[in-house]
């Protein structure tokens, strides 16, 4: 899976369509992300002993393959690899193409 915690995204399908947030959790093995602020569910919890019952709400997983990435000047792109020489070494990045270029991801 080429997206990672903490890379903006941007939904392209579904409610949130538009919308955009960060990646605060990934689930590789499911390919499904949860981005901060979307995709919300209300989760109600039944009250024990002394303790209220409540409603919790939270964002729920999306799958990976309804988001993209989006970069500095907020153009989409697909992400890829490429090898850069860093400090003598050899190193594997990440790298947005986009229709304006490219841009190194962290």
Known sequence: ???????????????DKGKEGKIIQV???????????LNQRVK????????????????????????AIVGAGGAT????FTMTKVDNKMRKVRVLKTKKGTEELG
């Open 27 to 37: 689930f590789p093995a499911l390919g499904r992300v949860v981005v901060e602020g």
């Open 44 to 67: 109600h919890i039944k009250k024990r002993g002394n303790q209220a019952g409540q409603r919790v709400t939270f964002s729920a997983p999306l799958d990976a393959s309804n988001v």
């Open 77 to 80: 792109g697909r992400v890829h």
């Open 1 to 15: 899976m080429k997206i990672k915690t903490g890379d903006k995204v941007r939904v392209m399908v579904g409610k």
